[in-house]
């Protein structure tokens, strides 16, 4: 199975804060028709997952800019330039390249 | 809207069969592939398996020949079925869309206890 190493476990981030979290694979994520399945999730208490950016660096409808994915093959990684109250939560990379699909252990956000 | 609504019991006892449907609507479950995903308490997620548009399968292999997901297109409802359950198969368990994991629905917590 593909095995996703997301860090940092925990992010302790003030209001306005930037901040970033990496997703690195133990193998390329690149499928053989030419997408690259990296999507990302925020987990909010008591919420099911909410996809915020899919295909790497595509962003969701609706999930404000201040999101943004970037990378390729085995090495990833999502911001937040500017971190708000709502965005605190627990957030997963999950590859769907290979099966089974897999995903990171998750990263926790929290308030400074 | 796209919305998915898990439903099943919330108690199922060790090596019984744990049966949850998951309703669709807003979206045809003959178009995408549709899945059931599990958080065990903590933060770790499973991919258990998918249920295709043509309604081909593929399954986890860490869940080996216990699992089976089936649909019912008439009714717009995918299902997941999982037998000989432990207490390690205690979670809450999601449908979602796939493979963009865009759809989810609010999950169901299955606790296996006798």
């Known amino acids: 199975d593909v095995v996703l190493t997301q860090t940092p476990p925990t992010l302790s981030a003030t209001i306005g804060q930037s901040v970033s979290i990496s997703c690195r694979s133990s193998?390329?994520?690149?499928?053989?028709?030419?997408?690259?399945?990296l999507n990302w999730l925020l987990q909010r208490p008591g919420q099911p997952p909410q996809l915020l950016i899919y295909l790497v660096s595509r962003l969701e409808s609706g999930v404000p800019n201040r999101f943004s994915g970037s990378g390729s093959g085995t090495d990833f990684t999502l911001k937040i330039s500017g971190v708000e109250a709502e965005d605190l939560g627990v957030y997963y990379c999950v590859q769907s390249t290979h099966a089974p699909n897999t995903f990171g252990a998750g990263t926790k956000l929290e308030l400074k | 809207e796209v919305q998915l609504q898990e439903s099943g019991p919330g108690l199922v006892k060790p090596s019984q069969s744990l049966s949850l449907t998951c309703s669709v609507t807003g979206y045809s479950i003959t178009s995408n592939y549709w899945g059931w995903i599990r958080k065990f308490p903590g933060n770790k997620m499973e991919w258990m398996g998918y249920?295709?548009?043509?309604?081909?399968?593929s399954y986890n292999p860490s869940l080996k020949s216990r699992i089976s997901i089936t649909r019912d297109t008439s009714k717009n409802q995918f299902f997941l079925q999982l037998n000989s359950v432990t207490t390690e198969d205690t979670a809450t368990y999601y449908c979602?869309?796939?493979?963009?994991?865009?759809?989810w629905g609010q999950g169901v917590m299955v606790t296996v206890s006798s």
């Open positions: 249920i295709s548009y043509s309604g081909s399968t």
């Open positions: 193998q390329s994520l690149l499928h053989s028709n030419g997408n690259t399945y």
């Open positions: 979602a869309g796939l493979p963009y994991f865009d759809y």
